[in-house]
């Protein structure tokens, strides 16, 4: 049985409760938000395992809230909307939006829009670079870089410096406690816990250095996180 969670941002109310009584048949959780801020106050909270978005939302519309989304990280989405020109899909794919399906719209059909995006989701995102604001953290490449107006900055990281700032930048807000960070460097034959504060003040130094103060974020005695509402 199924047991992801699935965040429907829908400004109506009968279209909202008709996804949910079809999802919750399917063995998806389910919660609701009526405008762009509560969808996305949700997903900041909550985490959703995907996201079926409206495009026209009150306060803030529907490629806004995709676009805070894709900064965050790559929570699947499905963009709905009663918008029928092609350019309208043509944006929902450029903004990032895994799949689009126009008003009116079987309730059945966006569960088996569901099912598909969620069952190809993990092999998709996998390698995707992940995008904070400015820094980029590439793991394909084993690379990261901030965009600078004068171009891209690469950070030049020593091998356990990406793989700590990969694991952070892949859940950003998240604390990290300092033995989790100590298992990501050499599961094997973990570092002392003071290591792993040396490699945090380099990595710390070098977003710096690239004009991201602050987004490296420690708590004393507990561990680290990377601020994802960092610009």
């Avoid at 106050?41 to 395992?49: G, I, S």
């Avoid at 953290?137 to 107006?149: G, I, M």
Wanted: aromatic share 6%; charged share 30%; with cysteine.
């Amino acid at each position: 049985m199924r047991n992801e969670l699935i965040l429907i941002i829908e400004d109506d109310r009968e279209t909202r409760a008709l996804l949910k009584i079809y999802l919750d048949r399917e063995g998806y959780r389910t919660v609701e938000a009526s405008d762009g801020e509560i969808g996305l106050a949700h997903h900041w909270t909550l985490k959703p395992d995907l996201v079926i978005l409206d495009v026209s939302l009150p306060r803030r519309d529907g490629f806004d809230v995709l676009a805070e989304i894709r900064r965050r990280g790559h929570t699947p989405v499905i963009m709905v909307t009663g918008r029928g020109k092609p350019i309208d899909e043509l944006q929902g794919y450029r903004c990032g939006a895994d799949d689009y399906i126009a008003k009116p719209f079987e309730p059945d059909l966006v569960v088996a829009h569901t099912n598909a995006v969620l069952g190809r989701g993990g092999d998709r995102t996998a390698n995707l670079p992940i995008r904070l604001g400015k820094l980029t953290v590439d793991q394909s490449a084993r690379t990261a870089w901030v965009d600078q107006p004068t171009g891209r900055k690469d950070l030049k990281l020593t091998p356990t410096e990406f793989k700590l700032i990969y694991r952070m930048a892949r859940s950003p807000g998240r604390l990290f406690e300092r033995p989790e960070l100590t298992d990501e460097c050499n599961p094997d034959d973990p570092p002392l816990e003071r290591t792993i504060d040396s490699h945090m003040y380099n990595l710390r130094s070098k977003l710096n250095a690239a004009g991201l103060h602050g987004m490296l974020v420690s708590r004393r005695g507990v561990g680290y996180r990377m601020d994802n509402t960092h610009d």
